[in-house]
């Protein structure tokens, strides 16, 4: 094994390392970064723009200077070209312009300059130089051209004024850097302490949503800005795991109420059975009814955790296109011959096609939990109606019977597992089909709802529609 890296104490961080360490710390020094590469690109175009300028206006100036001398010197004699320069120095009020002109031989025959550079002996025409003139130092600046005859020419300039203005340029720019540096550093403190102070009631409800108070909401400003919508959606979800939460709550009251009761039963048959069975037919009769007691609860578990998975979305990976109408005739005509067989009629009204995007096995097991239902409360005689139908933005399934009906006030309750209404508690069922009938309406992006087969009626039947999207 490597040895570890070496590192801060545990719990003991550098204000550095803290600092990387925190998002809004390093946005700060994102915002510390591209402020200072501003400010380098603004000193950038400043020094092009004015140092930069100065130094192409001296060269330029000096250029075109000894042009006008070559051309001075083309037209007439050595002399004419001496006397040239000196007119020059003469009119140079300023005592900037440096000359400095040697003949074949290298003697002196015009200029202010006391001697011939060893830097001017160099492959490159232009030279820089210390130039000391009245006991003070400066630079000059010159530019070699080599005449016809073996003439040599110096031409250039005194730039100390110019590097007096760039020392004062470098100046600025040197305290502008440091105004934007502190200015910089002040707005990522600025700009962390906004982030900390924004994102503060996120990080408090989620401590307290952690330390088990799950009433603790993220408070929200009237900006409606992203820290906003993260409270929102943060609020949202932590609503969604009350909810759940609630709903895990009543499922395990309503399985210990509900199961309670047929997990006595079997067990007090088949402690009956140990006691007191006549004869062996009668135990293994007994047995019977506990094995079918016991398989009654274990379907009622089953189809709890085919609800809990439905809506934990976890069947969502199960979506494929299919066109829903032969799932539907496949239903109505298993389901058929079972309402023919109690002296009913199950009718079909289905579209040619309906194609859509979802689970075929879940959307199966809904319809067959809603048509079991409505064959169950039909009487002997009575019609369940299966139809499907396309309408803008979707599709919709119904099933009808001709049954007792559904109270309006149970119809709020009637997706509740375990839940069942008063007239439905002489039949058997244990009050889940329309738990996973909703739960897979809802897994699907649709809903389920409940109305009158036959408003006004005696016997006003119950409808139940479920409406999905469609493909």
């Known amino acids: 094994m490597s040895p570890p890296?070496?590192?801060?104490?545990?719990?003991?961080?550098?204000?550095?390392?803290?600092?990387?360490?925190?998002?809004?710390?390093r946005f700060a020094l994102l915002f510390t970064a591209l402020f200072a590469a501003a400010a380098a690109a603004a000193a950038v175009v400043l020094w092009w723009n004015t140092a930069g300028a100065l130094d192409r206006q001296v060269d330029a100036a000096i250029r075109a200077d000894a042009t006008a001398l070559i051309e001075r010197q083309r037209d007439g004699n050595p002399g004419a070209l001496v006397v040239s320069i000196e007119d020059r120095l003469a009119l140079d009020v300023v005592n900037e312009a440096l000359y400095l002109l040697l003949d074949g031989q290298g003697g002196r025959l015009a200029g202010n300059l006391s001697g011939w550079p060893s830097e001017a002996n160099g492959e490159s025409p232009w030279i820089r130089?210390?130039?000391?003139?009245?006991?003070?130092?400066?630079?000059?600046?010159?530019?070699?051209?080599?005449?016809?005859?073996?003439?040599?020419?110096?031409?250039?300039?005194?730039?100390?004024?110019?590097?007096?203005?760039?020392g004062l340029l470098s100046e600025g720019i040197a305290w502008a850097a440091a105004a934007s540096a502190t200015i910089a550093l002040l707005g990522a403190w600025m700009l962390r302490r906004a982030l900390e102070r924004r994102l503060s009631p996120v990080y408090s409800t989620a401590a307290a949503i952690a330390a088990g108070d799950l009433t603790r909401r993220v408070p929200l400003s009237d900006r409606a800005d992203e820290f906003d919508r993260l409270g929102e959606t943060m609020n949202a979800m932590l609503d969604r795991i009350g909810t759940l939460m609630e709903g895990v709550r009543g499922v395990s009251?309503?399985?210990?109420?509900?199961?309670?009761?047929?997990?006595?039963?079997?067990?007090?048959?088949?402690?009956?059975?140990?006691?007191?069975?006549?004869?062996?037919?009668?135990?293994?009769?007994?047995?019977?009814?506990?094995?079918?007691?016991?398989?009654?609860?274990?379907?009622?578990f089953k189809a709890v955790l085919r609800i809990a998975e439905v809506e934990a979305g976890a069947r969502r990976a199960a979506f494929a296109a299919f066109d829903l109408v032969p799932m539907l005739a496949d239903a109505a005509e298993l389901y058929g011959a079972a309402a023919e067989?109690?002296?009913?009629?199950?009718?079909?009204?289905?579209?040619?096609?309906?194609?859509?995007?979802?689970?075929?096995?879940?959307?199966?097991?809904?319809?067959?939990?809603?048509?079991?239902?409505?064959?169950?409360?039909?009487?002997?005689?009575?019609?369940?109606?299966?139809?499907?139908a396309a309408v803008p933005g979707g599709l919709v399934l119904s099933v009808a019977d001709d049954g007792p009906g559904m109270p309006d006030a149970d119809r709020g309750r009637a997706g509740e597992r375990f839940f069942r209404a008063d007239a439905a508690r002489s039949t058997p069922g244990s009050g889940l089909g329309l738990s996973l009938v909703r739960a897979?309406?809802?897994?699907?992006?649709?809903?389920?709802?409940?109305?009158?087969?036959?408003?006004?009626?005696?016997?006003?039947?119950?409808?139940v529609a479920l409406r999905l999207p469609s493909a």
């Open 253 to 300: 009251d309503a399985i210990a109420h509900d199961l309670r009761t047929p997990i006595a039963r079997a067990r007090a048959k088949l402690e009956e059975a140990l006691v007191g069975a006549a004869d062996e037919a009668a135990l293994h009769h007994a047995v019977e009814q506990g094995i079918a007691d016991l398989d009654n609860i274990a379907r009622v």
């Open 440 to 463: 897979v309406a809802v897994l699907h992006g649709g809903e389920v709802a409940l109305s009158d087969t036959h408003p006004g009626a005696e016997r006003p039947g119950l409808r």
């Open 341 to 388: 067989a109690h002296g009913q009629l199950l009718a079909a009204d289905l579209p040619d096609s309906l194609p859509m995007v979802g689970d075929r096995d879940l959307l199966l097991q809904a319809v067959a939990n809603l048509l079991d239902n409505a064959l169950k409360f039909t009487p002997e005689g009575g019609t369940v109606r299966l139809e499907a």
């Open 5 to 25: 890296l070496a590192s801060a104490p545990s719990g003991v961080d550098t204000p550095l390392i803290g600092l990387l360490r925190s998002t809004s710390g």
């Open 129 to 166: 130089i210390p130039l000391e003139r009245e006991g003070t130092v400066s630079e000059a600046r010159l530019l070699r051209v080599e005449l016809d005859g073996g003439l040599r020419l110096l031409v250039g300039r005194d730039v100390a004024e110019k590097l007096r203005l760039r």
